[in-house]
Structure formats: structure tokens, C-alpha cells
């Protein structure tokens, strides 16, 4: 509440009220409702939504406070319950809520982030596991390019495409992406207009490179896709040459996994590439291989399809496992290379459905199969 009785902060105009955060009857009802929601509902995650954006005081003579200006102590308050409230329905949830506030990290594991800036995000290095969201307008090019956990990072349709084939190419290198570390120095493109980063992972580099639509040296605009532009260019990777068994390609703008041919000059690698959305990943000798399939065909419910596991770079494995949540598939675990059966049940909604590979010493490749 504002000094003179009015409501504070945005979307006032729609009527819309910002609660106190320093308000006890308020943070008991938003502990208990989370807590219910999660143990009601099953649920593996909460947003507490736009609480990160704001120092708002509070006049409201109801609420008791020894100061208007308590913003941060109450959040400290409300979040602590929050969390308390919420590990008691389930100690795994994800508790998130909207714009990285780092000292939120005490009690929550991340926030959605609305800052697209052109080098990487200082929070996904600065406050450890505490962890920024892509939020939607950010898009999947520059959630890419930043490491960033998310689902859907964008609602623009011209994009939805990019944004699937973002999901899946992602999927064998989750983990680098997301908790590894970050090189010091981007690889190095002879393209200006190319933006790299290296991710390192167990036993393997990920190494992101994208064209952006935009020139800004610092700052990208919401729904930032791919540049129009095409052309060749080699990236240079430091100090990795001695240490790189192979390297694969995905062209993320079509999906398509190759053999990427590397060149040593001293402790250097070099890479050449002509795609505007490269994910390359570099395999160590001890890393496991990567294991992909066939791009599953559009299915009607009762329809089945057969298709192939192989190993698409060097790398032993012998078996691997086939998840695909909502169909079915025998063998579920298969030699590699095989053959598996995916069948849609006959009660199936139409969407898209993850299919993916897993096993020991396998960074396996996703896709979605298309439920007509």
C-alpha cells in the first residue's frame, strides 16, 4: 500500500494487487496453498511469480511493520516458510520464482531471467547452483548460447520449430549445458557475427555456435532467431587438440547428427562450419558414445513404427535403453546397433512425444515423435 492508501506496484492498471510480502497473514496462506498444490497434485516444481523485480514499501497501519521499507526482510521471511512448507510435500521440488535475485538462492533453486545480454549471464557463473530460467521471450538461439535450463523458451510461432529441435539436440549434453563449466575464453570464430561458447562435461566439451539476428555487442532482443545470412567459417578451440578423440555435429537448424572432421594445429583444434545453429560435441577418449536413431515418421494412435539405435560416433556400448513416456516400445533395452518398436496406444492424444536413449556411457540423442 502506497503512503496514500492506494495499490502499488505494476499491472495496477488491471486491477491487479501486489501483495505484502511482510504481511504474516499472507505468507502462512502462500506456504500452506504450495504445500497443499504439491502434495494434492503430484507436482515436482512451484513458481512464486514477479516477487524477484520489486523493493515496494508498505504503509498499511493492518500490517504492524517497524518500517515501510522492510521489502528484503520480508522475503527473507515469506521465502524461508515458502520453502519449509514446501520440502515437507515433497524434499525434491523446484522452487523457482521470476528474475534471479542471488540471495534468493538461501531458500529457492532459481528464477526465470528477462535479460538477454550477448555474453554469458553473470549469474549462471557468479551464485553456483542457484540457477537463472530462460523465460520466453528470451528464445531457444540465446538460451542456447547461455547454458540455461528451460523448457519452452519462446512463444513466437515462426520459431516453434527451432525451439523443438533446440530440446533435442541439447538432450546428450544436459549435463554440461546446464552444471559444467564455462571456458574462460569463447572459441574464437573467424565470423564476427558468430557467438560461441564451450561447455565441459564428463569427458566431453559442448561447444555452442549460432548467427543471431542481431548486431548489439551487448544485449539481444526478445525472440532473437537465426540471421539470414549464410557463409563459412572455422572456430578455433585452445589448448584441447591433444585431448580430443572425435567430434560430432548437430546442424540443430534440421536435426541432423554427422561426423565432424577436426584439424590440429598445435595445441589448437579447428573446426570448420557453415551452419548458422552448430551444437559440436568433443569427445575425450574415455567419454561414452553418442547414440542416436531414426527420426520416428508421424503416427496415428494404434500405428507402430520400427526403428534403428546406432552409435554415431566412436566409443564403446553395447546396450542401451529406449524411454518414451505415453508410448509404448519393445525391446525397451536393445543391442546397439538394433531394432526397436515404437507403438502408439489406441487411446493416445495427438502431440508430440519424447523419445530418447539412455544407458551406461551413452550420451544419447532425443527426438519427438509426432502423434497425429
Not at 39 to 47: F, K
Not at 50 to 71: I, K, V, W
Not at 113 to 137: E, F, I, K, W
Not at 262 to 283: E, K, Q, S
Request: net charge neutral; aromatic share 10%.
Amino acid at each position: 500500500m502506497r503512503r496514500d492508501g492506494g495499490i502499488t506496484g505494476n499491472y495496477t492498471s488491471q486491477g491487479f494487487y501486489h501483495m505484502c510480502p511482510g504481511c504474516v497473514e499472507w505468507q502462512d496462506h502462500l506456504a500452506h496453498t504450495v504445500e497443499r498444490l504439491l502434495r494434492e497434485t503430484g507436482a515436482d516444481g512451484v513458481r512464486l511469480d514477479s516477487l524477484g523485480f520489486y523493493f515496494l514499501p508498505c504503509y498499511n497501519p493492518a500490517h504492524e511493520h517497524d518500517t515501510p521499507f522492510g521489502y528484503n526482510d520480508w522475503m527473507k521471511q515469506l521465502l524461508s516458510k515458502v520453502r519449509r512448507a514446501a520440502m515437507s510435500a515433497n524434499p525434491n521440488a523446484l522452487l523457482t520464482t521470476e528474475a534471479p535475485v542471488d540471495w534468493y538462492g538461501q531458500w529457492f533453486h532459481g528464477a526465470l531471467t528477462q535479460v538477454y545480454p550477448r555474453d554469458l549471464p553473470p549469474m549462471r557463473l557468479a551464485v553456483g547452483p542457484y540457477r537463472p530460467y530462460v523465460y520466453a521471450p528470451g528464445g531457444p538461439v540465446w538460451g542456447a548460447v547461455s547454458g540455461l535450463p528451460g523448457g519452452r523458451t519462446c512463444w513466437e510461432a515462426d520459431l516453434e520449430a527451432l525451439e523443438a529441435n533446440w530440446l533435442c539436440a541439447r538432450s546428450p549434453v544436459h549435463d554440461a549445458l546446464v552444471w559444467g563449466d564455462v571456458a574462460d575464453e569463447d572459441p574464437r570464430a573467424s565470423d564476427p557475427s558468430i557467438v560461441t561458447r564451450q561447455f565441459e562435461g564428463s569427458g566431453y566439451w559442448a561447444v555452442v555456435a549460432v548467427r543471431p539476428a542481431c548486431a548489439d555487442p551487448f544485449a539481444w532482443p526478445q525472440y532473437t532467431g537465426l540471421s539470414d545470412q549464410r557463409g563459412a567459417y572455422t572456430i578455433t578451440l585452445p589448448g584441447v587438440a591433444a585431448d580430443v578423440e572425435d567430434a560430432m555435429l548437430c546442424d540443430v537448424e534440421t536435426l541432423s547428427w554427422s561426423r565432424l572432421r577436426v584439424r590440429r594445429r598445435g595445441p589448437d583444434l579447428l573446426l570448420n562450419l557453415y551452419t548458422n545453429f552448430a551444437l559440436i560435441i568433443l569427445r575425450r577418449r574415455d567419454a561414452g558414445a553418442v547414440v542416436g536413431f531414426d527420426d520416428p515418421p508421424a503416427l496415428a494412435p494404434g500405428d507402430s513404427a520400427q526403428i534403428r539405435v546406432t552409435a554415431l560416433s566412436k566409443g564403446a556400448v553395447t546396450r542401451a535403453r529406449i524411454v518414451a513416456p505415453g508410448l509404448q516400445v519393445a525391446p525397451r533395452h536393445v543391442t546397439v546397433p538394433g531394432n526397436v518398436t515404437i507403438t502408439v496406444p489406441a487411446d493416445a492424444l495427438p502431440g508430440m512425444y519424447a523419445v530418447s536413449v539412455t544407458g551406461d556411457r551413452i550420451l544419447g540423442v532425443k527426438r519427438f515423435l509426432t502423434v497425429r
